[in-house]
């Protein structure tokens, strides 16, 4: 069975960095696109970023030139860079791993964004 555990989240002023990790146990992923969605109260779940087996990268607007998104291949893992934290990225942020016949995706993590 596939699990996919997170770390990272907690609370940070605006400004600061935090890096997520999500690390996938049960199988190799390495051909696999994984990436982070995010949640944030009275809004949807949007995607925040994704990256492919070749690390081919897409990012949300709000998102680009402040977050990375990379792999580690030999960990089964993925990680989510985040610089210049804003209020608006507060939110639960959950990683997936695209593996058919569906995604599977994280426990979620709580980052907080606020002076």
């Known amino acids: 069975q596939v699990q996919l555990v997170e770390s990272g989240g907690g609370l940070v002023q605006p400004g600061g960095s935090l890096r997520l990790s999500c690390t996938a146990s049960g199988n190799s992923f390495s051909i696999n696109t994984m990436g982070w969605y995010r949640q944030a109260p009275g809004k949807q779940r949007e995607l925040v970023a994704s990256?492919?087996?070749?690390?081919?990268?897409n990012y949300a607007a709000s998102v680009k030139g402040r977050f990375t998104i990379s792999r580690d291949n030999a960990n089964n893992t993925v990680y989510l860079q985040m610089n210049n934290l804003k209020p608006e990225d507060t939110a639960v942020y959950y990683c997936?791993?695209?593996?058919?016949?569906?995604?599977?995706w994280g426990q979620g993590t709580q980052v907080t964004v606020s002076s």
């Open positions: 997936y791993l695209d593996r058919f016949p569906r995604n599977y």
């Open positions: 990256i492919t087996s070749g690390r081919s990268t």
